[in-house]
């Protein structure tokens, strides 16, 4: 229930609280991922959906919602390090709420769903390298396995978990530069400006950043060649906790985000209007608001399950159908059934895994 208005005055800055909507529109942003998917695995066409069209040939609702997600990660990522302020207990709690959702969704995906879209399952088990998938997914790498979705336009059993991996090596980068003493607000200001600088440059083509797709350093770190395009929205999200005091939470301001996005969908630079125009916009929002996500009175935070199983829900519906579904209606079932079983993510793997980290703390304190 949204409980809170808009707050316009000027005394009012980007400070955190309780009660805030970041669970609701990060489940927003994790549909519109499933939303683009609908359109892509169609036809394999990034251009199909209609967000493509409407910012003229610059994101797709995936891109701009995989991006918004990042900039909220920075946010509440940079939050929880300052408020653990230790290396053990952070790791902890991001671990606890990233990796075995991952992997349980990695597994089902490869054991049960794969497995339903092979000409012949007992082959698909025999052709895989099973050693070699369980250590890439314990990296966080996105696992691809072979002889399944004849006639899909797309073959992957997973597409979006690529960004995982990304997303945890700006986790470690918090507790690098945390440790080092450098996310205080008299410091980070450096680390934050020269960081987008080298981005920025990198994203402009003028530095090319190398390709890590295969070996033991791929285990490791992300491939730097995707760092452009992500890490400057983590990077944004924190850097607006950080000074968090200095920012107004301002209507106005909101709206100018929102007419700057505009502008830029027609006439070019959307990246840089996302990353700060959209950052301010979505935070903006979260803290300007109270809607609560909850089922059976509990709350339940869909969205990582949601951004998981969409991808591989929607590949499935699209074989049992052969093809014969179109984007509309495939977007709408696939949630249908993602949503429950997102549900049973939250329930029975990623809300568990983070009480046990919560149970250790407290016991640790006694």
Request: with cysteine.
């Amino acid at each position: 229930m949204l409980r809170q208005g808009i707050d316009s005055s000027w005394s009012t800055r980007l400070s955190g609280k309780e009660d805030n909507s970041f669970d609701a529109i990060r489940l927003f942003l994790a549909t519109a991922v499933v939303f683009e998917h609908s359109f892509f695995l169609v036809d394999n066409r990034y251009d199909s959906g209609p967000f493509y069209a409407l910012t003229n040939g610059q994101y797709n609702s995936g891109a701009i919602a995989v991006c918004m997600l990042f900039a909220i990660s920075g946010f509440l990522v940079t939050r929880s390090w300052l408020l653990t302020g230790n290396v053990r207990r952070y790791l902890m709690k991001r671990i606890a709420r990233i990796v075995p959702g991952f992997l349980v969704a990695t597994f089902a995906a490869c054991l049960l769903i794969a497995p339903l879209t092979a000409s012949d399952p007992l082959s698909y088990f025999a052709a895989q390298k099973w050693v070699a998938l369980i250590v890439q997914a314990f990296a966080l790498r996105q696992v691809n396995v072979s002889g399944i979705l004849d006639g899909n336009a797309v073959g992957l059993i997973h597409g979006t978990l690529w960004t995982i991996k990304i997303e945890f090596d700006c986790y470690l980068a918090v507790a690098l530069f945390g440790s080092l003493g450098l996310l205080t607000p008299r410091r980070a200001w450096a680390l934050y400006l020269g960081s987008m600088l080298f981005l920025a440059a990198a994203h402009a083509g003028w530095i090319q950043l190398p390709v890590l797709d295969h070996g033991f350093a791929s285990l490791l770190i992300s491939s730097p060649d995707q760092w452009p395009e992500l890490f400057p929205f983590f990077i944004a999200g924190s850097a607006f906790y950080l000074y968090r005091d200095h920012v107004v939470k301002w209507l106005p301001l909101f709206g100018l985000s929102l007419l700057l996005l505009v502008v830029s969908s027609y006439w070019g630079g959307l990246f840089w209007a996302l990353l700060f125009g959209g950052t301010y916009a979505v935070i903006y929002l979260a803290l300007s608001s109270s809607l609560e996500v909850k089922l059976f009175g509990r709350r339940a935070d869909l969205s990582y399950g949601v951004y998981l199983y969409g991808w591989p829900v929607a590949q499935l519906l699209l074989y049992l159908s052969h093809q014969t579904l179109s984007p509309l209606p495939l977007f709408f079932v696939t949630m249908a059934v993602t949503l429950p079983i997102a549900y049973a993510s939250w329930l029975v793997v990623e809300s568990p895994s983070l009480l046990i980290v919560r149970q250790k703390r407290a016991i640790a304190a006694t």
